[in-house]
């Protein structure tokens, strides 16, 4: 499809945009890419050849053929500006990636608020197991092929797929899954039934013969209009549905382990080695899918029992001082929650989360519920707002989440800067705390500076 092209690529870094490139690289096309900072997926696409510059440079597209862009990318933009004066062929991010399903056989398209990448991994990880060699486009890092994407044959694709932007309406989906939805990128949407009236969109998107999995717990999923002419496969935990979690035990170490009912008969019985109950909800969502293609149990319980997270999602990175550190890319009310309860369930002394809100219109919109679930750490940093796309127009400030805690938790406090976090980490954390640092931002590098300089 691609093969002799060049295609150039402004935002080539972004999680996604990364994947997207090694993809088309791999069907033969000439890739180049810009982005403004260098970083892993930068170093990873190198290594494949690919030529990359940081910083913006309008002669980079005078020979290409296509130009993709990420949503981040303003429109000023020089790159952006002279592939329109050349009349290029241009796609936004999520277009391109939307005219590269129509070349699959099956496209399972993972969506809802919380829990793509994890249920995107498990997904995988089944498929992987049970050797069906699928594609993979996922918006973390998964261990199990130590990247964020995966060039397989033209039968399976397995898709995260984001509504922010509308951005999944331009998909071509088989199958998909919704796994909740809730009140986030409220900049875009407003409210939510603007967000409802999208993934109502996105299921009218299947054909007549495809699958809709839902979490069949989750009220705002179950209360859109859906697509009611293809397959359905409801999962839950709580209401009556055709996939049930039942039997829920927890470990010491806070791994669940479940009875799968399929139809109201035990189907099989899964072990977890990821934290939460939203993680049973991510597995009965896997499973589901699984069932409708046929995948052998055994695939399905190995792939969900080694399956231990992806990048970034209450990731252990190492220890300081022999206090545990993890990192989390939670970064709404409902996320941190989850987090919350999985920090409660391992064994530590105290812990300290250092939190940084990413972009200015969602701390907003939700800040007394950050203060409302931050107050329950023992300990609590406020890094500076990462403000991705946008500028300051909402009048938010850090100190503003401080006072609303403080009341409720004295032990919090705003530090303006990684490194004198780090520093003050360094200086109150004891053997045996917990360390998180937690957002969509890059405040991992705050963890990753502390366990990079134990002493």
Known sequence: ????????????????????????????????????????????????????????????????????????????????????????????????????????????????????????????????????????????????????????????????????????????????????????????????????????????????NGLLVINNDDVNTTSINYNKNCHLITYGINNNSIVMAKNITYDNYGYPEFDVYYNNELYTHIKLHVFGAHNIYNALASTSISIFYNIDKKSIIKGLSEYTGVERRFQLLGKFNNALVYDDYAHHPTEIKATLNSVKSVNCNQNWVVFQSHTYSRTKEHLHEFASILKCFDNIIIAPIYPAREENIYNIKETDLVNLIKPNNENVIYIDSFSKIVDYLKEHVKENDLVLTMGAGPVNKVALDLIENKN
């Open 1 to 208: 499809m691609f093969n002799g092209k060049h295609i150039h690529f402004i935002g080539i870094g972004g999680i996604s945009m990364s994947g997207i490139a090694e993809l088309v690289h791999n069907e033969g096309a000439l890739v180049t890419g810009s982005d403004m900072q260098e970083g892993n997926t930068i170093n990873m696409l190198r290594n494949l050849g690919i030529n990359i510059f940081i910083g913006e440079n309008k002669d980079l597209v005078n020979d290409a053929d296509i130009v993709v862009y990420t949503a981040a990318i303003k429109e000023d933009n020089e790159e952006l500006v002279r592939a329109k004066e050349l009349n290029k062929e241009i796609y936004e991010r999520a277009e391109f990636l939307g005219r590269i399903t129509k070349n699959y056989h099956n496209v399972i398209c993972i969506s809802g608020t919380h829990g793509k990448s994890t249920t995107t991994g498990m997904i995988s990880n089944i498929f992987l197991e049970e050797e069906l060699n699928p594609t993979i486009q996922i918006g973390a890092i998964l261990p199990k092929i130590n990247s964020n994407s995966y060039i397989g044959d033209k039968f399976y694709f397995i898709m995260e797929s984001c509504e922010y932007v509308d951005s999944f309406l331009h998909f071509h989906p088989t199958s998909a899954i919704i796994l909740n939805i809730d009140n986030d990128h409220l900049d875009y949407f407003k409210t939510l039934d603007n967000i409802k009236l999208s993934f109502t969109k996105f299921t009218n998107l299947l054909p007549n």
